[in-house]
């Protein structure tokens, strides 16, 4: 449990740096973020997975994973004040047994039904 603490302020401690260095240059840190998903950060020798993206004009979204966990939380990092706060935390352990989900036609079991007739 100490390794994902570690892990997660590790990620956390990067975004921070981030905010801190965007601010000292005198820029305008919410022009910086952009909508899509930046490339994953891998943090605590490879147990924590963190991802950054932009949220709207609130500030950034981090979404911190623990592959041996099986669970992930979302952060929110609010551009003007670099407060963060948690806004969800969720094992998904059972989520990744769900073989689909607001699905439409064809589902997975049908494609796999017709490639298995082949």
Known sequence: M????????????????????????????????????????????????????????KGQMVIVLDPRLRAMCVYQIEAATGKITLKSARNIQWDLQITDLNNEPPLPKEIRSLAEQR
């Open 2 to 57: 100490k390794r994902a603490i570690l892990g997660a302020l590790a990620g956390l401690g990067v975004v921070a740096a981030a905010v801190a260095l965007a601010e000292q240059r005198g820029e305008v840190f919410q022009q910086h973020f952009t909508p899509a998903l930046t490339s994953p950060v891998v943090a605590a020798g490879g147990e924590m997975i963190v991802v950054a993206s932009g949220w709207a004009d």
